[in-house]
């Protein structure tokens, strides 16, 4: 009986350790990790699916969105961040818009996990992160992104929320043709009908075959005109001009005398001769005179020193030796000074800033080799000081296709 009594208790003591024991608890908990990190991804791939069919124009619609209280509207604010229409007004688009996705508040405790979900499995999706204190703490990246009073307010935006927002471009308007009304209208023999001016028209055959001389018929304007395939090469000093409807070599008037250097040429808008200047006659450019105490010798475009010179503290002044023409240049060693830019450049970089130079007009821009083929912005948004710049794109971020460091910055879809 003692025996029977001790197997009970040992299969009894057996069974407990297997159903509680360490093992079970450990297994338990990390089970409970693994739940929690699922519906906290699930949360942010429904965020996700909404802002891109937000993107694409169309709704998605899923049990996921009613449960985590997702929205996502247009919103569009003006120069001065306030909140205005997303249409085209009088030919002109609202200077930013964006798409805004929220969230319900997610509980505080679940934010480092949040954060961590956003950095493994979103690191590309740009401004999407937790909302907390007016910024927004995005993913994979230490930046925090302001928002605008006006998105804020629209949205009702709290701390805790899961927001993302993205830029985009107010389309076009299309524009509609109206087709020509089906207005019955007989026309008489030797006429056809044709929708012209907004209305039907009967519009006379053109029976005109042929042309006289060197002319040739032209079927827009209607009439005979000079055919320019008829146009004789005429000698060095002959002018070919168009007589009784053909073509002939006319020398210039004999009392037309002309000066050296000069031809006379025939001026088609009046029909008189004039003298202009002979282009066989190749000019002789002289060199530059480097002997000018004026200037440092150098090649042609090297850098001169110039006495008086009117050139910034960040610009130098290069010589053409043929010309004679001094022009200034930005001088992108000169960043780094003081006078040149007021602050340190290495903190201008990053994603939403860049350093730029402030170029006054498109003469200047055309002598810097360095900015050619590139669209250099001229606009209230860019100084045009003549020194180096910082622009703050804000929550925008900047072009990188259109920008050229250290001369040219551009934010994606204008500044924000």
């Known amino acids: 009986m003692n025996i029977f009594l001790i197997m009970l208790v040992s299969l009894f003591m057996a069974g407990y350790?297997?159903?509680?024991?360490?093992?079970?608890?450990?297994?338990?908990?990390?089970?409970?990790?693994a739940v929690a990190q699922s519906d906290l991804r699930s949360v942010a791939e429904c965020t996700m699916a909404v802002h891109n069919a937000k993107i694409n124009n169309y709704v998605f619609e899923d049990v996921c969105v009613e449960q985590n209280q997702i929205k996502s509207e247009y919103i569009c604010l003006n120069a001065n961040l306030k909140d205005t229409t997303c249409e085209i007004v009088h030919g002109r688009k609202p200077d930013f818009s964006?798409?805004?996705?929220?969230?319900?508040?997610?509980?505080?405790?679940?934010?480092n996990e949040m954060t961590e979900i956003l950095e493994q499995d979103f690191p590309?999706?740009?401004?999407?992160g937790i909302y907390q204190d007016g910024v927004i703490l995005a993913a994979g990246t230490s930046i925090k992104r302001q928002v605008p009073d006006a998105i804020r307010a629209k949205m009702e935006m709290q701390d805790g929320q899961l927001v993302y927002i993205t830029q985009y471009d107010v389309p076009d308007t299309e524009k509609e043709f109206s087709e020509p009304g089906q207005d019955d209208i007989v026309c008489p023999f030797g006429t056809s009908k044709n929708y012209r001016f907004g209305r039907w028209q009967c519009i006379g055959y053109n029976m005109k075959s042929s042309c006289g001389?060197?002319?040739i018929w032209d079927s827009d304007l209607m009439e005979c005109v000079p055919d320019e395939s008829r146009k004789p090469l005429c000698g060095s000093k002959q002018t070919a001009v168009m007589v009784d409807n053909v073509w002939e070599c006319v020398d210039p008037f004999p009392d037309r005398t002309c000066p050296g250097g000069f031809v006379a040429r025939l001026n088609y808008d009046s029909l008189e001769w004039e003298c202009v200047e002979d282009p066989s006659v190749v000019k002789v450019q002289k060199k530059c005179d480097m002997s000018s105490k004026r200037f440092v010798?150098?090649?042609?475009?090297?850098?001169?020193?110039?006495q008086?010179?009117?050139c910034t503290d960040c610009e130098k002044m290069v010589l053409d030796e043929d010309t004679c023409e001094t022009k200034c240049?930005?001088?992108e060693t000169k960043i780094s000074s003081p006078s040149c830019y007021p602050g340190n450049?290495?903190?201008?970089?990053?994603?939403?800033?860049?350093i730029y130079f402030g170029f006054p007009n498109t003469k200047y821009i055309a002598n810097v080799s360095a900015v050619a083929n590139v669209d250099v912005p001229l606009d209230s948004h860019h100084s045009q000081n003549r020194k180096f710049n910082c622009l703050d794109c804000g929550v925008g971020t900047v072009n990188i296709l259109k920008s050229v460091y250290p001369y040219v910055a551009v934010c994606n879809g204008g500044r924000q």
């Open 345 to 354: 450049p290495a903190e201008c970089s990053g994603l939403s800033r860049a």
């Open 297 to 306: 010798r150098g090649r042609f475009g090297a850098t001169v020193r110039v």
């Open 17 to 33: 350790y297997m159903f509680f024991g360490p093992n079970t608890r450990v297994y338990e908990q990390e089970t409970e990790y």
């Open 308 to 310: 008086n010179s009117s």
């Open 124 to 128: 590309g999706a740009g401004t999407f």
């Open 98 to 111: 964006f798409i805004v996705t929220t969230t319900g508040t997610l509980n505080p405790g679940d934010y």
């Open 329 to 331: 240049v930005p001088d």
């Open 213 to 215: 001389g060197d002319m």
